[in-house]
Nanobody, 130 residues
Framework: QLQFVESGGGLVQPGGSLRLSCAASGFTLGTYSIGWFRQAPGMEHEHEGVSCISSSDGSIYYTDSVKGRFTISRDYAKNTVYLQINSLKPEDTAIYYC?????????????????????WGQGTQVTVSS
């Protein structure tokens, strides 16, 4: 089973920045598409795709609301995916998770909109408030 440990969240003021980390295990980065998802307060079981990297061609997807503010990257040596989040807004408040295209899953790996995965990690809480 692919495993992820998310970290880097916190409480920040609007306009602030954070760098989220996702340490992956059970596979090597680049083998599968991987991305970040978030669950907003009160949106139980609804995880929105934020940003993903395709394993096939390295293309990157960002949901419209984060374009120009969020940047996804990966460090192969550390087997870690990062999400640099700048110019934070209160509506970015959410638990942020990472997930990958698990070959054992029958679910398609989708990044846009609200997505379903077989499992989620613990996530990391991002709270944007003054």
């Amino acid at each position: 089973q692919l495993q992820f440990v998310e970290s880097g969240g916190g409480l920040v003021q609007p306009g602030g920045s954070l760098r989220l980390s996702c340490a992956a295990s059970g596979f090597t980065l680049g083998t599968y598409s991987i991305g970040w998802f978030r669950q907003a307060p009160g949106m139980e079981h609804e995880h929105e795709g934020v940003s993903c990297i395709s394993s096939s061609d390295g293309s990157i997807y960002y949901t419209d609301s984060v374009k120009g503010r969020f940047t996804i990257s990966r460090d192969y040596a550390k087997n870690t995916v990062y999400l640099q989040i700048n110019s934070l807004k209160p509506e970015d408040t959410a638990i942020y998770y990472c997930a990958a295209d698990d070959p054992l899953s029958t679910l398609p790996f989708v990044c846009s909109g609200y997505v379903i995965r077989d499992y989620w990690g613990q996530g990391t809480q991002v709270t944007v408030s003054s």
